[in-house]
């Protein structure tokens, strides 16, 4: 262990909202619930969840689905009918989600909010869901539904409507902040598939799957080509889908002999539910969709030429900017607990400062370094932002430059020994903190 100079000025970070390693699921879905539920209104919503091995990432994005699974029926069964007649004062930031969900996160609590909104005001409204989910590791991305029974049985391809538009290497496209909210839907076939299922199949793998690509549609949003969207119509369904995907994922890893432990803490998940609501009775409806992403372990390594010290991605950064349209949320402690300023090993004294700094630390994940530079390239206010540096940032790309609304979830660890990664990441969140986007609107489209 390191000694810290008593003199030392405290680290100090600002952010919307801290939740104690005390709050429970319920207590911080609540607080990001008018946020979420504006996907039914057409606005596009991501949530990322931010934190190094441990932290409570995945717990927090999605908690005990399998728990859930068993649960939901009984839930449900318990839960009062709504009233039909009552659907013209559907008040949505009133939290329908049955107190018996216990451990599940965000993602699941949202599905199961919207599918209750959805029953109270299906005289009015039409509303349909789909759910995507893709796992990036390096630079590839899997599809997590693709073979699962349900995505063989109701499973669509995605992405067919797509403009093939190749941008530069690194994009150069300044922030377009918010614009026309007016979108295409894609032509349907005669089986009501978007598109073509013709899929590139790579045989070579023991699990044989989809050739996926980042493509871009005609109203400019960023798709994956190629991925399995199924539709979802209740919570048990949801629960059901994540089970094998995890046991299809799982049987794949082991017959490649990877460790699913250090497979987990290594690879990105997006998980999308896409969502078409329609006016029955004027046929004029809204496109929005909420996007969970459970970001990779932002693990630090020591540099090999340092004689020690802290990393983050750059912690030096003092440009200023205007505030953020994110909120940002601290799963733990915002402050970790400072060590003694004297240590029994009498060891020398360290500036608080250095803590954390890209001098001495470097992220273990390449992909979250890339993510850190767009980060910084967009508080500086760059015309040149390397989103197209890696596949994570192409991915985010949409959410980081306007017309969404984004929430960084931030985990943290409380245990003294992680204060490196805890100040790493604090530091991470306070400059995305600053991220400047457009303002997000709402997508409407003309079904009639």
Partial sequence: SSNYHASSTPLSFQFDRIFSP????????SDLEPMVLGALDGYNITIMAYGQTGSGKTHTMLGSYSKVHCECRESLDNASTPNDNADDDVDKNVTNVPTTMGEAGILLRACQQFFDVTELRKNRYQDSFSMTVVEVIGERMYDLLEGTPTAEEIGETQGSDVLYHLPSQTDTSPNPGSSSSSRHLPEKDSKGVSGSNDRKINKNQPFPHSKLEIRTNYDGDTVVQGLTSVPITSLDGVCQLWAECISHRNRRLDQMGVDIKEHESSVHVFTTINIISTNVG??????????????????????????????DVDSSDSTTSQPLHNSLITKELAQPPLPSP????????????????????????????????????????????????????????????????VLLMLCVNTDADDIHQTASALRFASRMKRVVIGKATEHTVSLA
């Fill in 22 to 29: 005390h709050s429970g699921q319920a207590e911080i879905y």
């Fill in 342 to 405: 004297l240590m029994h090993d009498g060891s020398s004294l360290m500036d608080l400062r250095t803590l954390g700094s890209s001098m001495d630390w470097k992220l273990a994940n390449k992909s979250l370094s890339t993510l850190g530079e767009v980060v910084n390239a967009r508080c500086q206010f760059s015309q040149s932002v390397p989103y197209r540096n890696s596949t994570l940032t192409h991915l985010l790309r949409d959410c980081l430059e306007g017309d969404a609304k």
């Fill in 282 to 311: 004027t046929g004029v409806g809204t496109v929005g969709k909420l996007q969970c992403v459970d970001l990779a372990s932002s693990d630090l390594i020591r540099r090999s030429n340092s004689g020690g010290g802290c990393k």
